[in-house]
C-alpha cells in the first residue's frame, strides 16, 4: 500500500472534502459526517493522502453493538487501502467493547463483507411510489416526556439491546400511538430513513400515515406485516441490502418493524 497513505480521525477542515464520494447526495451525507463527528459515541475514520481525503468510514456503538454507517471512497483509493480503512473501523468498533457489528450492505457488497466476517440475516427492502392513506386515528399523539420510558422498552423487545441514547438524540417530532396509557408504537421519521415500531399491524400502519408526509419512502425487513397493505397502495419494492452481522446477532423483531432506518452503507 502506498506508505503516504494514513488512516486517521476525520476532521471538521476536511469533512467537506470527506463527502465528495456522494456527489448527487453532497450536502444530505456532509450532514450525516458532522453528526457522527460531533457525536460522542461514533466513529469517524478518514484515508488521507498529502492532505486529500480519499476515503471515509463511520459507525457507532450503542450497549456493545456497533454499527458501520458510511463507507465511501474516490477513485484514487486502491482495493488495499478500501480494505485498511474497512478493517480500521471494524477494529475501532471492536475496541470500544463490540460483541456484534452491524451493517446494511448493498447486495453487490455481500461477498466482500462475508470475507471479514460478516454474515447475511434479512434482506431490506425499498418501498417507493404508492398512494399513502391519511392518518385518522386520534390514539396517535405528538409524544410528551412521560411516554419515553415505552417508546424506550418497546425499543428494547425489537431490537434486543438497549439503544436509549440514539433513540432520545432523535426524539424530536416524535408520534406514539397511546391506547389508554400504554404505548402501543412510536415513529421516529428524523432518525436515518425513518423508524416506525408497533406492536400490531394495525398499530404499524396507522403510524405509516404519519411518516409518509415527511418521508417519500419507506424501508422494511422482508417478512414486514406492512408488505400486504403497501402491494394494494401501489408501492414498488426492490432490494435495498441485506441486514449483516459480526459477531452476536441480536434478536430482531421483524414483525415489529414497519419502517427500518438504516440503508445500505
Known amino acids: 500500500m502506498n506508505e503516504n ?25 456532509l450532514g450525516r459526517l458532522r453528526w457522527h463527528l460531533s457525536t460522542p459515541y461514533a466513529i469517524a475514520l478518514m484515508a488521507e493522502i498529502f492532505g486529500d481525503v480519499i476515503g471515509v ?23 488495499e487501502v478500501r480494505k485498511w480503512l474497512t478493517d480500521a473501523l471494524i477494529d475501532s ?7 456484534s457489528i452491524e451493517l446494511v450492505a448493498a447486495p453487490a457488497d455481500v461477498a466482500k463483507w462475508q470475507g471479514v ?25 405528538h409524544h410528551e416526556p412521560e411516554h419515553r420510558l415505552g417508546i ?31 404505548i402501543r408504537g412510536y415513529s421516529l421519521s428524523l432518525l436515518g430513513e425513518g423508524l416506525i415500531i408497533a406492536d400490531a399491524p394495525d398499530v404499524g400502519l396507522e403510524l405509516q400515515r404519519w411518516h409518509f408526509p415527511i418521508q417519500e419512502h419507506i424501508l422494511l425487513p422482508e417478512g414486514s406485516g406492512a408488505h400486504e397493505h403497501l402491494t394494494k397502495q401501489e408501492y414498488r419494492n426492490e432490494v435495498e441490502g441485506i441486514r449483516m452481522v459480526r459477531g452476536e446477532v441480536m434478536p430482531l423483531q421483524v414483525d415489529m418493524c414497519f419502517a427500518w432506518e438504516w440503508g445500505a452503507v
Not at 468498533?93 to 460483541?99: A, P, R
Open 5 to 29: 497513505v494514513q488512516i486517521i480521525p476525520l476532521t471538521l477542515e476536511l469533512i467537506e472534502q470527506a463527502a465528495h464520494p456522494w456527489p448527487d447526495r453532497w450536502e444530505e451525507q
Open 117 to 141: 466476517g460478516f454474515a447475511p440475516h434479512e434482506t431490506i427492502l425499498r418501498y417507493t411510489g404508492g398512494k399513502f392513506l391519511q392518518a385518522t386515528r386520534d390514539e396517535v399523539i
Open 57 to 79: 468510514a463511520c459507525g457507532f456503538v450503542q450497549d456493545d453493538v456497533g454499527r458501520i454507517t458510511v463507507l465511501g471512497f474516490l477513485d484514487e483509493a486502491d482495493a
Open 152 to 182: 424506550l422498552h418497546l425499543d428494547r423487545k425489537a431490537f434486543g439491546y438497549d439503544r436509549s441514547t440514539l433513540v432520545m438524540e432523535h426524539i424530536y417530532l416524535c408520534v406514539v400511538y397511546m391506547e389508554g396509557t400504554r
Open 93 to 99: 468498533l471492536t475496541e470500544q467493547g463490540c460483541t
